[in-house]
T-cell receptor, first 105, second 114 residues
Framework: KNEVEQSPQNLTAQEGEFITINCSYSVGISALHWLQQHPGGGIVSLFMLSSGKKKHGRLIATINIQEKHSSLHITASHPRDSAVYICAVVDGLTFGKGTHLIIQP | DTGVSQDPRHKITKRGQNVTFRCDPISEHNRLYWYRQTLGQGPEFLTYFQNEAQLEKSRLLSDRFSAERPKGSFSTLEIQRTEQGDSAMYLC????????????FGSGTRLTVV
């Protein structure tokens, strides 16, 4: 069973700051998802990546398959980015516990 | 297609009652997954279907839980004799084939057992 660890668990930052959320896993995978969950439960898939780097707007996701590690970065953070960010590895989907991000104005 | 739909959004039930949730996946997606999420935790895998076949069940899915996908389209998750520990968000997701193409999640059904 893949163990998925995220850090930090909680993160509070000021608007405009550069945010980094980390995800590590124990067993090699074919792909990893970054998900965003807003209060009320809805989950949105942000990225699916199997190598390198992907960018969408202010969000950047990177993965290092050899090191079994992925990061999600948010540039110029905004209060609307406040949510729980979850990484999930593609093996039937094993989820991390999530990082609760609060961006203060 | 408006994505993955789950019904109801919220359900409050008394301990011992049976409840049933429904998930309507994206029509072209042949895989459908059920997850359970408790407060402060990431979702946990319960079961998944490829078309109408239930291919895997987690040990979290006790005998009181049953899931069906009778025609390979919508799915139902039934919990019999609910317990307070069943209180959670139940999430459904769908994908093409192995999911390596990406998952689409529903908004979930929040179950409260009182």
């Amino acid at each position: 069973k893949n163990e998925v660890e995220q850090s930090p668990q909680n993160l509070t930052a000021q608007e405009g700051e550069f945010i980094t959320i980390n995800c590590s896993y124990s067993v090699g995978i074919s792909a990893l998802h970054w998900l965003q969950q807003h209060p009320g439960g809805g989950i949105v898939s942000l990225f699916m990546l199997s190598s390198g780097k992907k960018k969408h707007g202010r969000l950047i996701a990177t993965i290092n398959i050899q090191e079994k590690h992925s990061s999600l970065h948010i540039t110029a953070s905004h209060p609307r980015d406040s949510a729980v960010y979850i990484c999930a590895v593609v093996d039937g989907l094993t989820f991390g516990k999530g990082t609760h991000l609060i961006i203060q104005p | 297609d408006t994505g993955v739909s789950q019904d109801p959004r919220h359900k409050i039930t008394k301990r011992g009652q049976n409840v049933t949730f429904r998930c309507d996946p994206i029509s072209e997606h042949n895989r459908l997954y059920w997850y359970r999420q408790t407060l402060g935790q990431g979702p946990e895998f319960l079961t998944y279907f490829q078309n109408e076949a239930q291919l895997e069940k987690s040990r979290l899915l006790s005998d009181r839980f049953s899931a069906e996908r009778p025609k390979g389209s919508f799915s139902t998750l039934e919990i019999q004799r609910t317990e307070q520990g069943d209180s959670a968000m139940y999430l459904c997701a769908s994908s093409l084939e192995s999911g390596g193409y990406g998952y689409t999640f529903g908004s979930g059904t929040r179950l409260t057992v009182v």
